[in-house]
């Protein structure tokens, strides 16, 4: 049983979240301020933290630094503002994920399954055994041939599982998809690339929460694919 | 306030203070100055102005004697009062009442005629030092012996001379009666009469020689005594005397300097408002000034006649003050007021020269310029025609006014240049440069002045343009931002309006719709926004160098679901070697991705989308081509508009923003975006810029 807190000036989103999270049995705060969810932070342990940035009083970006100076519990930040310089602002003041409004129920719900999974077992199970890949919350087993993400197990294609392999074995490299053509398929690429475009977006599909925004798999337009080192 | 008030005291004292020691100062170093040689040269009293004052006098009794006593020599029977006269001086010069000596003697001879020396004592050795005077004497005087006339005689030549005798009979003389007039003292040089007044027999003419000095010691008790002792008594203040008037005067040259410096300054620097008296004419002040100064000095003038006759006495001395702290306070009020004109830049042109001389520039100008242009040429030319003839007239001015006529011209032309520059600064866009009119002809300068406000005003609009739009963007990014709240509840709570238990399909249909709609909203929304930040290009680039074939096989990894299931056939047309230009990754992945889904909305089903990328000369050119679901009547330019679609009954999905979105981004990363329409045929052509490989 999690304790999460949610925090937003509009009541009504609050309440939806709230409706949300109960309903995939999470306990709930309510705070409608940066004071308000300061307050909550101190009164009772939370796990999570949903916080608005745009909020009267002390905004969601003062509130994280100001959270972020004794606690490291995972915080998410909703915000309607879409822009690049926002979202870097709010990681990089200890934000750990951010979701634009206006956003999608089950995209909250995954983002704070994956913040809370990771939150709870960090440490707990690195890969100790050789073959196992690990990066973020994906998990790439090679003597198992299984991978899991968030704990959760996927399915993959052949394809689409050596893809990640690849990927994984070397996080933060750029492969071009002639490259990956080569390497996975073992075949010389001829014109054969938008295959690779293809199978990487259902990979995407496949363990990436919202997969127009990836987390692990980024595309790097016009140069390739990369694994996102996390 | 305070401040002010204390500065203000302190002026009049220090004026009030110069004033004071400016008149103290002048009359002390007057008298300092005439007892500059008893001062330097210790001469001490002999030389003393008191004392040459007496001799002065002493000498005038002197010369009264001496004349009465010849007038005793020539005719023994003076008149009562003439013997009166000689006894009296005989006693006031008496060598036991006065120290001074003398001595008369005939010039001619020398022969001693009267002296008080003692007998034997001679005056060299007994007086400090000695003066010597001629003293003529002339008796029957009174002989009005300038009606003695001539007589122009023509026919003879010569002239004749009526002399008129004591008794008022005439005599007449000619030029043969020489001994006769020799007798009168007339001489004929042949031509005219000459008159020697010392041999006209109708007077008596006698030259003495008087010779006289103050004795040495003083030893009798008169004037010179007194005057001595009195000397002796100041002349030891003297030094003090000369020390206290340089103070005086120095710092009265002081408070005059201190006081030009500060006056018509204003305590911090800047130049004061100047007072009533500041702001009179100077021309009509200075005359003002010196008539008053020199009435005074009219005025004053019997006063120091009468200190030179009878010296000081209170009376004097109250007018004397009087009059030079008039003359002080008239020349110290003009020195400062000509300062605070200096400093306030009022000098000249606070006169009635000025005035008078700008009214009549003015009257002139305005006569002159309001003529035509033509006019003015014609006038400038018959004046430079006049001009040169009469320079020629003296011919060293002729380069010289030639050279002033060759330099107005140069002038002219390099205003013009100037005014020509300025029109091709606000033509090549930097509509905020302003041509420098000053020193410029009138007709230049009024149109140069035009272009200035030509581009004022165009600069006005195009901030004001710039301004709108920012405004615009700005509205469009916070309305959408305030439109994203709401939206989030709405969308969240449909989503829970679906998990509730509704059995009724009516309903379930009804959310079905909701559903779409809100996602329809919020993707216009997010639209609305990157659009205005496009379109104001607000957005930041980051130009790299990509492949332009590797992110259209990207994009179309994304794209090739959607198309299968429009049954859409897509026909790539790629270069072997990679076309590599520089863009920016992210942004440029928007525009595919407009594009795509564009192609994916509004094309046919069923139909071939033609890919194409290929290489030009300095740009990397991608195409897509594709045919239209609906029928397309619309110039390609509206398309480009925001909020226009393809189909006018906008029931498809979209906001209509794609396009628009689409160009503003190919904008911002240096490219060019265009359509075309041929019939149902639907083609867009994106071109970026080739990186350096």
Known sequence: ?230 | MKKLCSRLAVKVAAFLLALGTGVGGFWATLFILSQWDTLWTGAGYYSSNSCAQYVENRFLQVQELARLLQYKAWDASLSYLDQQRLSDLEYALDDSRTNFRFSIRRNDTGALIYSNLEEGAVLESSVYAVTRSSVPVLYNDDVDRSSDYYVWNGEKQYYLLYVILADGSEQLLTPNDASLAAKYGYTFNGYSWDYNKAQDSRLLYADLAVEYGVGFPLIIHDEFWDGAEDFSEYARYLPALAILTVVLDLSCVLLCVLLCKVVGKHPNGSSAPLSRFDRIPLDLLVLLDLWVILLLLVGGEPLTEALAAKGLSTDLTVGLALISTGVGLCLLSLLLTLFARIHTGTLWRNTLIWRLVQVLGQALRCAFLSWPLTGRIITLFLIYLLGSFLTNLTVILVPVYQGIALWLLCRWTIQWKRIRQGAEHILGGDVSFKIDTRGMYQDLAQHAGQLNDLGGTISQSVEERIRSERFRAELITNVSHDLKTPLTSIINYVDLLKKRPIDDAQAQSYLEVLTRKTQRLKKLTEDLVEASKASTGSLPVHPEQLGLVQLVQQALGEFEDRFIQNRLTVVTDYPEQEVWILADGHHLWRVIDNLLSNCNKYALEGTRLYLGITRQEKTGVFTVKNISRQQLNIPPQQLLERFVRGDTSRTTEGSGLGLSIARSLTELQQGTFSLAIDGDLFKVTVALPLADR
Request: aromatic share 6%; net charge negative.
């Open chain 1, 1 to 230: 049983m999690y304790t999460i807190l949610i925090c937003d000036d509009d009541r009504d989103i609050v309440s939806a979240l709230d409706i949300y999270l109960t309903s995939e049995d999470y306990q709930t705060v309510k705070a409608y301020d940066g004071l308000e969810a300061l307050k909550a932070v101190e009164e009772q342990p939370v796990d999570l933290i949903l916080m608005d940035i745009m909020m009267p009083g002390l905004d969601g970006i003062r509130a994280t630094a100001r959270l972020r100076e004794h606690c490291n519990v995972p915080i998410i930040l909703l915000t309607a503002k879409s822009e690049d310089a926002d979202k870097v602002l709010g990681l990089n003041i200890g934000a750990d994920d951010y979701i634009t409004k206006p956003f999608n129920p089950i995209e909250v719900l995954a983002r704070v399954r994956s913040q809370l999974r990771r939150y709870t077992s960090l440490g707990g199970k690195s890969g100790s055994e050789d073959n196992t890949l690990t990066n973020g919350g994906i998990c790439l087993d090679d003597s198992a041939k299984t991978v899991t993400v968030d704990g959760e197990p996927v399915s993959l294609t052949p394809l689409e599982y050596n893809i990640l392999l690849l990927l994984l074995k070397n996080p933060g490299r750029v492969f071009s998809t002639s490259q990956i053509y080569e390497l996975v398929w073992n075949d010389p690429s001829l014109g054969s690339e938008s295959t690779v475009a293809v199978h990487i977006r259902h990979l995407r599909e496949k363990i990436e929460i919202d997969p127009a925004n990836p987390q692990y798999i980024k595309v790097v337009w016009g140069l390739g694919y990369k694994m996102e080192k996390i």
